[in-house]
């Protein structure tokens, strides 16, 4: 064996012997908001199959979904949102990292400040950084959710102007 391989070795059962709960929340939860991201852009572009060649990132999907909003553009939401992305990059790209601390430290800041009217406030400041980040997560998608039947409405106003405008292209529908 080489004198490195068996170093490498020893980090790779190591690695692998500690689960890591709240990473493994983190990458998921992210992957969630994604998906709920991708739908909310998908919903509203009226081909949204060359979007695939443009490989968006997470932050850049955040701007482009914000942009199309008509009300929800300044919503503090959006620092959440984007405050668990730089968490889940921060744990995506370094497995020690010290700044994954003061990332958790500002997700939970704004979180607090997000939540900072309802009555279990108080309970929610003293969570461990798991059930944090299982209400942080919630509450994305949640807001993201909400978004969502914002630009589906927008979406029908516009298909209703392209019936109106292009009577070419939608075949008269038979009444039922």
């Known amino acids: 064996m080489k004198p490195g391989l068996l170093e490498w070795q020893k980090k790779l059962v190591a690695l692998f012997a500690e689960f890591d709960e709240l990473s493994l929340l983190i990458l998921k939860g992210h992957l969630l908001v994604e998906e709920a991201l991708n739908s909310i852009i998908e919903k509203f572009v009226f081909h949204p199959e060359p979007l695939e060649e443009t490989r968006l990132g997470f932050a850049q999907k955040v701007h482009l979904a914000r942009s199309l909003s008509l009300d929800e553009q300044n919503n503090s939401m959006w620092a959440l949102v984007l405050a668990l992305n730089?968490?889940?990059?921060?744990?995506?790209?370094?497995?020690?990292?010290?700044?994954?601390?003061?990332?958790?430290?500002?997700?939970?800041?704004?979180?607090?400040q997000e939540c900072g009217d309802l009555k279990e406030i108080e309970d929610y400041k003293k969570l461990d950084d798991v059930g944090l980040m299982t209400l942080v997560i919630s509450l994305c998608?949640?807001?993201?959710?909400?978004?969502?039947?914002?630009?589906?409405?927008?979406?029908?106003?516009?298909?209703?102007?392209?019936?109106?405008?292009n009577p070419h292209r939608h075949p008269k529908e038979t009444p039922h």
């Open 141 to 165: 998608v949640g807001f993201l959710s909400s978004f969502e039947q914002e630009v589906i409405r927008l979406r029908s106003v516009v298909d209703e102007l392209d019936r109106a405008m």
């Open 86 to 112: 730089s968490l889940r990059n921060e744990i995506a790209h370094s497995l020690h990292s010290p700044k994954r601390d003061q990332k958790m430290i500002r997700v939970r800041e704004i979180f607090v």
